[in-house]
């Protein structure tokens, strides 16, 4: 997710790095906002009344592994979300959508493998109405508590064995308030004859049942029937557009690569698409508003160079069969990662946001957090190796190191343990950031790069723990340079600025 970052370095132009550490702390805002990267602070905006807040209670011991059952998988912040006792391969979303009337109809189709032996196991449900569940073909016993559907099969499922769960359900989705994201509410949300979603970090319950946790990836496809002069945009590859009659057609879109439940988007609207294809043959397909698409396709147009940027920096193609982004037809204050598809509002289409959304395709999308708590490998990796490419390209940036450094105002929370209040805030971009910038010029461009090469090559198309990315720095790089990292991502003063 892209916040108001350039905001918040462009606030402290020129600063010297020596007066950085005296500046004072930054009074708080007085409307709930984060400024924290595009080009404008956070806004809220019309949207349905939020739903209750996302339950952060539970039982689960956070690390320890989720018995069969259980209503979250352990997370240090969010231990409601996720669920235990069985992995997903595969969703297969069908949604029927009125636009206008903000109404889904939907069944879901859910490909699961046991973990352990269940005679009862969850998911994760927002609102809306469930008309029926079966498991194999069984209708099973539904209990509804908060955000968790209970799910009793009629016959207990076998350790280790496959199943299919098939869950009917309709109503209108509802946004809910997530206490990680003062600004706005999260989930699916209609506004202005557009259907839109953004869901970090939990609102994907508002309009599918998921094992909603980044740790438990599958592959979706999705058929999304509506208005035929609409435009359903979702992640991956669009498998075909087909006409059902009465004025409405569905389109099927399909992503082969694991994705994280919160990275699943759907956009419905009046938008228009622009095409293009790499060097490398990478289908490039962005949809914009028409009345924008002409200048919003000249903004859109370093993507390709910045995706070539990525690759030679870890070594590694781009992960996915094929990007873009879509521009909703207003501002939202920032920008989001989706797998595939990133979203941006007309407020924030401005070249670095841009660069860091496309970042997060590999470090966020294919090489997953494990912990909410290890939110920083998502936005500080963003944040800096954004950066390196206006750096590399002689290009200007709205976001460097000393403009990080100042906007910290000397004091800021380790990211690696930041509350859930903390989640988007500067720390976890700006220190987050800095960290890989205090690595980088301890260890020198060439071993920074190998880390980063390892990282990826590790990782990639799974989950990673702050823990383990330290494990590869130390291999790499040797105890002085996990020490430096330590000082910047556990540390209660803010370090010295790297020179």
Known sequence: MAMSLTAACAASPGVDVEDATRLEPAAPSTD?????????????????????????????????????????????????????????????????????????????????????????????????????????????????????????????????????????????????????????????????????????????????????????????????????????VANGVLDGIEEVGGGQSTTRWRMDDPMTSYLAAVYIGDFELRESVTDDGLRIRNYFPPAFADDLEGDFELTADVIDFFETLFGAEYPFDEYGSIVLPFSLGFALENQTISVHGLDATDPYTIAHEIMHQWAGNSITLGDWQDIWMNEGFATYLAYLYFEERGLTSDIEPVGMYAALRGGSIGPAEVPIDELFGLSVYFRGGMALHALRVEVGDGVFEEVLEAYYERFAGGDITTEEFLDVVDEIAGPDAVGVLDDWLYGDELPAFPD
């Open 32 to 232: 709930g906002s984060v400024t924290t990267t595009s080009s404008t602070v956070p806004t809220s905006t019309p949207a349905a009344e939020p739903a209750d807040p996302v339950d952060q209670t539970g039982s689960a011991d956070p690390g320890a592994p989720p018995p069969p059952g259980l209503d979250g998988v352990g997370d240090s912040l969010y231990p409601a979300l996720g669920n235990g006792g069985y992995d997903v391969q595969h969703y297969s979303l069908e949604l029927d959508v009125d636009v206008d009337q903000n109404e889904l109809a939907a069944v879901a189709t859910i490909e699961a493998v046991a973990t352990d032996e269940l005679d009862v196991f969850h998911l994760d449900l927002e609102g809306l109405e469930i008309e029926e569940i079966t498991v194999d073909g069984t209708e099973a016993t539904v209990e509804r508590v908060g955000h968790e559907v209970v799910i009793t099969p009629d016959q207990p499922i076998a350790d280790a064995a496959p199943f299919t769960v098939v869950m009917r359900y309709l109503g209108t989705p509802e946004p809910i308030d997530d206490p990680a994201i003062p600004f706005d509410t999260i989930g699916w949300h209609q506004r202005e004859d557009t259907v839109y979603v953004v869901s970090e970090p939990s609102g994907a319950m508002t309009w599918f049942p998921s094992n909603n946790h980044p740790t438990d990836k599958a592959t979706f496809d999705f058929a999304i029937t509506t208005d035929s002069d609409l435009t359903a």
